[in-house]
């Protein structure tokens, strides 16, 4: 159990270090994301000093009315260049589709096929293999024996019954077996 605690307290140990490691990244992290911040708006965006005449707030506000009309017009010619490239893609995403509507193709299933089969479609319809092991075999035919000839000879057991019914029959039946 002591060794136990003491792994525990290591495991516990080394999980503050590297939270507090991590701690330390994460601000220095923000730091460096806020000097970039202040970087970008100092490059992009002069001080804004206010004039102390109305002429010259005006002729401000007509440089800032300009500015503005030219970024809604980059913001327009961007809106068109992404909806032309939208109406691109949606053709050819189309195209596809009928492309791959004509062709359809099925599920593929598997497929039993004998070995003759299976060997021609490997080597290709020049070579002739025969894989049929129940041609190769012999066939030997029965000799007849008497009984199943009884059996032949006797054919249906109702002719039998009506012909041997009565006292035509029975004479038969004597007339045979003498």
Not at 139 to 167: A, P
């Amino acid at each position: 159990q002591k060794r136990h605690r003491a792994i525990t307290a290591r495991r516990q140990h080394l999980k503050s270090v590297m939270l507090q490691i991590a701690a330390t990244e994460l601000e220095k992290e923000e730091g460096r994301r806020e000097a970039e911040k202040q970087n970008y708006l100092s490059e992009h965006c002069p001080p804004l000093h206010l004039p102390g005449s109305m002429s010259e707030v005006q002729e401000l506000c007509r440089q800032l009315h300009a500015k503005i009309d030219a970024a809604e017009e980059e913001k327009y010619d961007m809106e068109i260049r992404v909806q032309k490239s939208t109406k691109e893609l949606e053709d050819m995403n189309q195209k596809l589709f009928d492309l791959r509507g004509k062709f359809k193709r099925p599920p593929l299933r598997r497929v039993r096929m004998s070995a003759d089969a299976m060997l021609k479609a490997l080597l290709g319809s020049k070579h002739k293999v025969c894989m049929d092991l129940r041609a190769n075999l012999k066939q030997v035919k029965k000799e007849d024996t008497e009984k199943e000839r009884d059996l032949r000879d006797v054919g249906d057991w109702r002719k039998n019954i009506e012909e041997k019914s009565g006292m035509e029959g029975r004479k038969k039946m004597f007339e045979t077996e003498s």
